[in-house]
């Protein structure tokens, strides 16, 4: 029997870790002799002889449970939410350190012990058969009573299990919301309150103004308690509303608070979010947002603000200075001027909106080297080209925020923007994210600066613009020109932007973009030789709809980017080259049309750089003047027919190029160059090909029968020419322009000393990556790079490139090519954390032989604003990324410089993406009501193709 009993009490420790059968509720038990016990109970007590206490001795009447040994342990199993527990014990001998504990479980994984109850020491006694009571918790499934056994035994009876309602939860979806109050009228403010499961019965709820906050009732909102009812029927969870009522007062008093309190009333529930407070955002606060109105005026949004002492202390100024005051003007909304006004000092907040018709005048009379006029929000100044508009007294001057934003418009000749209204000596004139727009109807518009750093320079005509960066008058006194961003030349019909660089330097940090009919010139001013030098360095290239014309002096125009010139009309001209000019580039030069050079001495492209005539238009051909050459790679991609590479011979001690028209189909039109001067009888050496170029692509032209100069210092278009690899074989093909073909001569006379480097590719020759697609898109972490190829012919393998500058790149990161392959492949590499600011791409392919070719350079500007957020703006998306924690956005909408709404997204934790199609170039911002407060991220929108 012992040994029975021992076996039995191993087996009980594991009982309880099964998955046991669960009674419904309200549960009760009082007999305990039934060899198979209730459903949900398990009786880990021992035999059936053994497991109970009979009628007389049962507290009940009836019979009783019986623990008699340690281990031995009473254990229920429920289903329902419990309410409270009541059992009785019984006194059998018990005596030592003899004890019964009581302990619940939600699932068995752990218990907590509810009491222990016998003769040890802090037991509480045992008063036989007198009803013991414990509440228990909602999630509470198990319980049990186990016994540990000195002498004694103990008996259970009478257990009552009852059931427990739970209680659903409810009170307000948030702690607190905002709204913006708006300048007049009312608006309706919505605060939720959801109750998350069904009732047991009808709850009321009482919804109150706790009268604690800063805004008054009446005069900034109204608001009566109100009273909502929960229903035990109906889908759950279930929320309703309370309403607001803001009211626009037009009074600057910041922002105020309202504070709401949530009250039960009546019925079971459980409130866990009982206060909400909704914030009132007063907009006519600085750095707030303005009201929304589409059109007509914004005059009624008007905050005027005079300062006594030079900012220190601010008062309203009623209505709109119309006489001449010393007062400091302080635009902290969006207002049309409707008067003259004269003022010392103009500060325009960001987010605000100044507008001036071409009817009024506002003069700064303000002078000396401070600025008297900072522009961080928007100016819109109508009045180009007459009396009116934004004007200066001598000397005064202006500066511009960091997204400051100037819109000019007029349709006058008159008037110039001149140099020294703009920054105090040493200032940025435009700091990184600000933007200066030009948008007139008229001609010979001109815009002067001694340093245009950083900002967006955007020129919208149907006539044309002079931009330079020097007065004829002042030429030695001003500094280069930089623009780091966009030159934009757009317009409605035809115009022209000249850019003169009479001293020293033009540098393009950016983006050049010319619009269809339109055409950006470098010429002289007023009969002036221009000598400066126009170079485009840093931004992802050029976008040509129009004509680019260069007509250069002594300078120079460099191109240290890709060049892409695309178009439906397009064209590259550069003539009336001086004696000393230069047209570099220094990277790849993209043309799908017609690239044309005339007169001047060098038109060059510098080591390893190309040219690259890549067309699918019929006759497209690659021109050049007569005293122009190319030192470099020439390459032309066949995508249809092409009439050649056309330039003329040269003059004499230089290199000449040429056209050499070769019908066999083994090659394609070849230019190269020889030395005159290089012409004694000697062999043909054979120079080791630069780095990178392998052998067979390093030729060289040989010509046997002696040299005949002709007096412009070409070839006798008579005399032969061998073209060979520079290999040592035998020659590829012999030329003779005068139709014959004839093998390679022997015994060559003349030594090639130099010449340029060629790649061959025609229809019968196929590159040795055929490229289909390459994007950067950003994402949370960085930039994701994504390209395919559509054939691969000795690839090797594929290096991703980065650059912060455009012109350094440096590896970060390898993948395996596909080597041989004619299907569509697709490759993927993740840039983690790049800089903030410009980040460049660019995708580099190696063949077997170690030669390399690369893709298009992609874009990315990533930026860390205040707050963590991220405007990243890329393929046509706008998308917004917040690092850290997520935070909910109740509200997120773009808007224009005229305050209208051009996207909304009502989201949760996902920020919206909003897509910029039909928008034009210009300055747009992102509003955002978050979960941390308003957030307010000002981007720039180009629009490469006029929408």
Known sequence: MVVFRTALFCLCLFLPVIAWSQAPLPLSRTDWCDPSPPAGWTDGNGN???????????????????????????LVAFQDTPDELTFALKD??????????????????????????????????????????????????????????????????????????????????LPSSAVIEGNVGTADHLVSITMQ??????????????????????SDYTFAPVILTFEPNGSYPQTQSVIITIHGDGLVEGDETIDLQLDLLSGSAELVQVDHTVTILDDDVPGAWYRTINGGDWSDLAVWEVSPDQGMSWSAAGALPEVNTSAQVHVLHAVTLDDDVIIDDLLIEAGAILEIPSSVRLEIASAGAAPHCLLEGTLVDHGIGGANGWRFQSGARWQMGEAGTLIKTGNSASSEFRDHYINVPGAPDLPEGSTVIYRYTGTGLSVSSSDWSYGHLVLESDAGFYAFNSLTSRINEFGTLTIKGTLDIGGEGTGTVQVHNQKPTTTLLGDLVVRSGCTLTNAAYNGNTPHGELIISQGPGMQLEGILQYTHGTGEVRFVQPAVVEGNADHFRCYHLGIDAEVVFALHAVVTNTLEFYGGDNVITAGL??????????????????????EGRLRRDVLSGISGYAFPVGQADQYAPFNLDITSTDADNILGYFDPTGSPPGTATCNAPPPGVPAGDYD??????????????????????????????????????DGMYDPCPTGLT??????????????????????????????????????????????????????????????????????????????????????????????????????????????????????????????????????????????????????????????????????????????????????EGYVVIPFFNLSLHGS
Not at 201 to 206: C, F, K, R, S
Not at 846 to 865: K, M, N, Q, Y
């Open 48 to 74: 059936n002889a053994d497991r109970c206490y009979d009628t007389g001795f049962a507290c009940s009447g009836n019979d009783m449970g019986r623990l008699d040994n340690t281990g031995e342990y009473y």
């Open 92 to 173: 059998a001998g018990m005596g030592g350190s003899s004890q019964l504990v009581l302990e619940v479980s939600p699932d068995q994984s752990a218990w907590e012990t509810l009491g222990t109850y016998g003769s040890c020491g802090g037991c509480t006694p045992i008063v036989n058969c007198q009803s013991i009571s414990h509440p228990l918790d909602p999630d509470i499934r198990y319980v049990r009573w186990t016994y540990t056994k000195e002498t004694g035994n103990v008996g259970l009876d009478d257990v009552l299990i009852t059931n427990g309602e739970l209680m659903p939860e409810v009170g307000f979806d």
């Open 197 to 218: 499961s069904p009732p047991s019965g009808p709850v009321l709820l009482q919804v109150s103004d706790a009268l604690t906050g800063s805004a008054s009732p009446g």
């Open 609 to 630: 750089s190309e040219i690259r005539l890549q067309t699918t238009v019929p006759g497209a051909i690659l021109n050049a003047g007569p005293d122009a050459y190319v």
């Open 700 to 737: 060289y032209l040989i010509y046997a029968g002696g040299w005949q100069i002709l007096p412009d210092g070409g070839l006798d278009h008579l005399a032969q020419l061998t073209l060979t690899p520079c290999l040592g074989m035998a020659p590829w093909y012999t030329i003779a322009l």
């Open 750 to 931: 003349v030594e090639i000393t130099d010449f340029g480097m060629f790649d061959l590719y025609g229809a019968d020759q196929p590159l040795p990556v055929t490229w289909v697609d390459f994007q950067a898109i950003p994402f949370q972490n960085g930039v994701r790079l994504e390209w395919s190829t559509a054939s691969e012919q000795d690839n090797r393998y594929f290096t991703a490139e980065h650059s912060v500058d455009g012109v350094q790149f440096e590896a970060i990161g390898r993948m395996a090519a596909q080597g041989q392959d004619q299907g569509l492949r697709t490759y993927v590499f993740d840039h983690l954390a790049p800089g903030a600011g410009w980040n460049y791409y660019r995708i580099r392919q190696e063949d077997l032989d170690g030669t390399s070719s690369w893709s298009p350079i992609r874009v990315i500007a990533w930026s860390s604003p205040a707050g963590g957020w991220h405007v990243n703006h890329a393929g046509g998306l706008i998308r917004l990324v917040k690092e850290g924690p997520p935070v909910t956005v109740y509200r997120a909408m773009v808007v224009d410089l005229l305050g209208r709404q051009l996207a909304e997204g009502v989201t949760g934790t996902d920020p919206p993406t909003f897509s910029t199609a039909g928008w034009s170039t210009g300055l747009y911002h992102v509003v955002m009501n978050t979960g």
